[in-house]
C-alpha cells in the first residue's frame, strides 16, 4: 500500500491570511486528488492534481481559491487562500495506482481552523 | 478525537454480532464502488471493493453486496470487535477514479 504523509497535520489560521498544505507519497502515483471534508461530513472531491499541468476543479471549486502543484508523481500542494471561518475543515490528499492493487489511498488530513 | 461523524446516522451493535451497513449511490454508469473506514482523527482506510460486473464479494470478515437494480451497496461485518467502531463511507468511481463519498454511517461497537 502506498503510505502518504501530510504536512502539517493541523492549524489554526486567522482569516484573510493563506496556507499551504504538502502531500508527500511514498511511491510513485498516477493520479493525486485534494479532498475536503467539513466537520461530522462525508468527503466531497475538490479537484484532480495534475502532473505538470493545471488542476482540474470540481464544480464549486476554483483555482483562485484552492490553487493546487503537482511537480512530479510523488508530491502535491494545495493552498488554500484569503481564509474565512467557512474553510475550517478537514484536507484530505489521496493518491491512486502504480500499485498492483490500483487503491486510493488516503493520507491522514490536514485539520484547518480559521479564526 | 475528531469530529468525524457527529451528525451522521448511528448503527449501535454489541460485540459478536453481524453488522450490515447499509449505502445508496447515484450514478447508474459508475463502475466500481469502495467502502472505507475512517476511525477518529485518520483518513480514509480502504476496506473492500467491488466492481460492477459482480454482485457480492468477500473479505477478511467483511461481505460487500452490490444491488444495481436498485443503486444499492451493502458491508457486512462478521463477528464485529470493538475496533470495528469508526465511521463508514461507501463511495463510487464517477470516472477517472473521481470518487464520489456517501454520506456516512458511524458503527458503536459495545463490548
Known amino acids: 500500500s502506498a503510505v502518504i504523509s501530510q504536512k502539517p497535520s493541523r492549524d489554526i489560521c486567522q482569516r484573510g491570511t493563506s496556507l499551504t498544505i504538502q502531500c508527500q507519497v511514498d511511491?510513485?502515483?498516477?493520479?493525486m486528488f485534494w479532498y475536503r471534508q467539513q466537520p461530522g461530513q462525508s468527503l466531497t472531491l475538490i479537484a484532480t492534481?495534475?502532473?505538470?499541468?493545471?488542476?482540474?476543479?470540481e464544480s464549486g471549486f476554483v483555482i483562485d481559491k484552492f490553487p493546487i502543484s503537482r511537480p512530479n508523481l510523488t508530491f502535491s500542494t494545495l493552498t488554500v487562500s484569503n481564509m474565512s471561518p467557512e474553510d475550517s475543515s478537514i484536507y484530505l490528499c489521496?493518491?491512486?495506482?502504480?500499485?498492483?492493487?490500483?487503491?486510493?489511498?488516503f493520507g491522514a488530513g490536514t485539520r484547518l481552523s480559521v479564526l | 478525537g475528531e469530529s468525524v461523524g457527529l451528525h451522521l446516522p448511528t448503527l449501535s451493535v454489541q460485540e459478536g454480532d453481524n453488522s450490515i451497513i447499509n449505502c445508496a449511490y447515484s450514478?447508474?454508469?459508475?463502475?466500481?464502488f469502495i467502502w472505507y473506514k475512517q476511525e477518529s482523527g485518520k483518513g480514509p482506510q480502504f476496506i473492500i471493493d467491488?466492481?460492477?460486473?459482480?454482485d457480492k464479494r468477500q473479505g477478511q470478515r467483511v461481505t460487500v453486496l452490490l444491488n444495481k437494480t436498485v443503486k444499492h451497496l451493502s458491508l457486512q461485518i462478521a463477528a464485529t470487535q470493538p475496533g470495528d467502531s469508526a465511521v463508514y463511507f461507501c463511495?463510487?468511481?464517477?470516472?477517472?477514479?473521481?470518487?464520489?463519498f456517501g454520506t456516512g454511517t458511524r458503527l458503536l461497537v459495545s463490548p
Open positions: 492534481a495534475n502532473q505538470g499541468s493545471e488542476a482540474t476543479y
Open positions: 450514478n447508474s454508469a459508475s463502475d466500481y
Open positions: 511511491s510513485q502515483v498516477t493520479m
Open positions: 467491488i466492481r460492477s460486473n459482480m
Open positions: 489521496s493518491g491512486w495506482g502504480g500499485g498492483a492493487k490500483n487503491i486510493q489511498y
Open positions: 463511495a463510487e468511481n464517477t470516472g477517472f477514479q473521481k470518487l464520489v
